[in-house]
């Protein structure tokens, strides 16, 4: 049973535009939303945190979320080459502890 | 440097040997867990200790044995290696919500 969902991709987008990465979570009660960028052959990097309805911005990077349609959002401004890697997208998920639940990943591929 | 670090970085070895994979963290987290990432780059959590007290134990054969020390190691010992183990196993720390991960453990079963 899934619990975060995402479209494995690959997406591809030209160098300098926006891309969009989606993904779905079916817990309810989850609180905390996350984004991490996973280059190939390394750990995954927390690159965006949300925790609130609506969109947070940090440099090129916006988080959007909308809990009541269970749907967290990451956009990608003037994408580079660099930004060329899997994303992951993890929920918490109640029930007493926080437990992080990745989703399969979308892989990105900026090609100049 | 302030980090979570697992060792080894890389483990070969045969069938039906006994292996252990470390991990500390300087963090200062109370939570830590231990997480399995197969082929297909799905990262699926095995376990997760908050305090040294293990809270989180997912469908995970029995051969795999979390322990913790302290608050700031998690090591993982698997028995009885199987084929089906080969991955790259993550250990990640949390302050409470996010997890910042080591740079992982590929264990290859021949």
């Known amino acids: 049973q899934k619990e975060v969902e995402q479209n494995s991709g690959p997406l591809s987008v030209p160098e300098g535009a926006i891309a969009s990465l989606n993904c779905t979570y079916s817990d309810r009660g989850s609180q905390s939303f996350f984004w991490y960028r996973q280059y190939s052959g390394k750990s995954p990097e927390l690159i965006m945190s949300i925790y609130s309805n609506g969109d947070k911005e940090d440099g090129r990077f916006t988080a959007q979320l909308n809990k009541a349609s269970q749907y967290v959002s990451l956009l990608i401004r003037d994408s580079q080459p660099s930004d060329s890697a899997t994303y992951l997208c993890a929920a918490t998920f109640s029930g007493g502890y926080n437990k992080l639940i990745f989703g399969a990943g979308t892989r990105l591929a900026v090609h100049p | 440097d302030t980090a979570v670090s697992q060792t080894p970085k890389y483990l070969v070895t045969q069938m039906g040997n006994d292996k252990s994979i470390k991990c500390e963290q300087n963090?200062?987290?109370?939570?830590m867990y231990w997480y399995k990432q197969d082929s297909k780059k799905f990262l699926k959590i095995m376990f997760s200790?908050?305090?040294?007290?293990?809270?989180i134990n997912e469908t995970v054969p029995n051969r795999f044995s979390p322990k913790s020390p302290d608050k700031a190691h998690l090591n993982l010992h698997i028995n009885s290696l199987e084929l089906g183990d080969s991955a790259v196993y993550f250990c990640?720390?949390?302050?409470?919500?996010?997890?910042?991960f080591g740079q992982g453990t590929r264990l290859t079963v021949v």
């Open positions: 990640a720390s949390s302050p409470g919500t996010e997890a910042f």
């Open positions: 963090l200062g987290h109370d939570t």
């Open positions: 200790y908050n305090n040294k007290e293990l809270i």
